[in-house]
């Protein structure tokens, strides 16, 4: 019955920033770390970044460190993911998911609940 919804996609230039959200109303929030994931065309589905129950410890992929920060309110069950200086190898389709391990892990495979994806477009 849960169901995360993932919304701010959109096509920007490189360079510029991008804001994403994912909410999860259907979920006992603080019990579950939460992870960005991306899929681009013709590759296989990435961790990009990670983040604790409580937003404590925070995780990224290589290629996003530095650029990009998760960050979550869990008295609105939402969490976030900054993008600044983002690239046009950063296209692909996000996916916001939530596992109930301990830690927000980089597999997908260890992650309960995930949302239909948003769009995210970095033009040249």
């Known amino acids: 019955q849960v169901q995360l919804v993932e ?28 992870g960005w994931f991306r899929q681009a065309p013709g590759k296989e589905r990435e961790f990009v970044a990670g983040i604790s129950r409580s937003g404590g410890t925070t995780y990224y992929a290589d290629s ?3 650029r990009f920060t998760i960050s979550r309110d869990n008295a609105k069950n939402t969490v976030y993911l900054q993008m600044n ?11 916001c998911a939530a596992t109930d391990r301990a830690i927000a892990t980089r597999s997908e495979l260890e992650y309960n609940y995930w949302g239909q994806g948003t769009q995210v477009t970095v033009s040249s």
């Open 7 to 34: 919304s701010g996609g959109g096509l920007v230039q490189a360079g510029g920033s991008l804001r994403l959200s994912c909410a999860a109303p259907g979920l006992s929030f603080g019990w579950y770390a939460m």
């Open 64 to 66: 996003v460190k530095g």
């Open 85 to 95: 200086s983002l690239k046009p190898e950063d296209t692909a389709v996000y996916y």
